[in-house]
C-alpha cells in the first residue's frame, strides 16, 4: 500500500495530465458529435424550407387563379340578375353570364405531411412553425365551401338548365370566353378540346329572364362565390406571410 501510496506521489502530475487528455478527448468528441448533427439537421431544416418555399408559392399561384374565377361567377350572377330585374338583354350576355355560372371553382392545394412524419420540429421559427402546422385545418372552410359550390352547380343549376332545354347553348358560350377553360389545367400548354355548337333553335330569352328558380339559384351562387372570395383572401394572407418567413430562413 506504501509503494502505491508513493508511486502516485511521484507520477501524480503524469496520471492528471493522462486524465486530462483523455477527459479533453470525450468532451472533443461529444462537441464534435453535437457540431456535426447540429449540421445535418441545419442542411436538412434548409432543404426543407426550399421545397416548402416552392410549394407554397405554387399554391399561391393557384389561389389567386382561383380567386379570380370566384369573381367572375360573382360579375356574371350579378349581370344575370341585372338583366333579369330589367327583363331584357341580349340573349348571347345572358347564356355567356349563365355559362360562367356552371364553372366548378376548387382550390387544391399542395398539403404537406410534416406533423405526421415528425419534421415540422425541425422548423425553428415559432411563428413559421404555427404557420405550417395548422395549413390542413386552415383550408377546411374553404374546401366546405366548394363542397357546397359542386352541390349546387351538379345538383340545382346544370340540372336547371337542362329542365329548360338551354344547357347546349349555355355550354357554347363558355368557350367563346378567352381562357376561362384552360385556368383549371394542371398544363394549360396542353388543351384539346371541340367546341360547343349552337342548338338550332335558339332560346327564348324571357322565358330564362322570367324564371324565378334560376333567380334563386344565380343569387345564390353569388353570395357562396363572395364568401369563397373572402375566405380565400384569408388563406392568401397567411400563405404570403409564410412565404415572407421562409425566403427570411432561407437568406439567413
Aim: net charge negative; glycine share 4%; charged share 25%.
Amino acid at each position: 500500500m506504501k509503494r502505491i501510496f508513493t508511486t502516485l506521489k511521484e507520477k501524480w502530475p503524469e496520471y492528471l495530465l493522462e486524465i486530462l487528455v483523455i477527459t479533453i478527448g470525450i468532451l472533443g468528441a461529444f462537441a464534435l458529435n453535437n457540431w456535426n448533427e447540429s449540421r445535418k439537421q441545419g442542411i436538412e431544416e434548409r432543404a426543407l424550407y426550399s421545397q416548402l418555399l416552392l410549394d407554397y408559392e405554387a399554391n399561391l399561384e393557384q389561389l389567386n387563379q382561383k380567386i379570380e374565377l370566384h369573381r367572375a361567377c360573382v360579375t356574371s350572377g350579378f349581370a344575370v340578375l341585372e338583366a333579369m330585374d330589367n327583363q331584357k338583354g341580349d340573349l348571347d350576355s345572358v347564356l355567356m353570364h349563365l355559362s360562367v355560372q356552371s364553372i366548378d371553382v376548387t382550390f387544391d392545394p399542395i398539403i404537406n405531411d410534416l406533423n405526421s412524419s415528425g419534421k415540422i420540429n425541425l422548423i425553428s421559427n415559432p411563428e413559421l412553425n404555427r404557420l405550417v402546422s395548422n395549413w390542413s385545418s386552415e383550408l377546411a372552410a374553404l374546401k366546405e365551401m366548394e363542397l357546397m359550390w359542386q352541390g349546387r352547380v351538379y345538383g340545382q343549376f346544370l340540372s336547371l338548365l337542362m329542365e329548360m332545354g338551354i344547357e347546349r347553348d349555355v355550354q357554347s358560350k363558355f368557350w367563346d370566353i378567352d381562357n376561362i377553360h384552360t385556368d383549371w389545367l394542371l398544363d394549360k400548354e396542353i388543351a384539346e378540346f371541340i367546341p360547343m355548337t349552337k342548338s338550332r333553335k335558339p332560346p327564348d330569352l324571357q322565358a330564362i329572364l322570367t324564371n324565378k328558380k334560376l333567380e334563386s339559384i344565380v343569387a345564390h351562387g353569388v353570395v357562396m362565390n363572395q364568401g369563397a372570395i373572402e375566405q380565400s383572401l384569408a388563406l392568401k394572407t397567411r400563405i404570403e406571410r409564410t412565404i415572407s418567413l421562409l425566403k427570411e430562413k432561407i437568406e439567413s
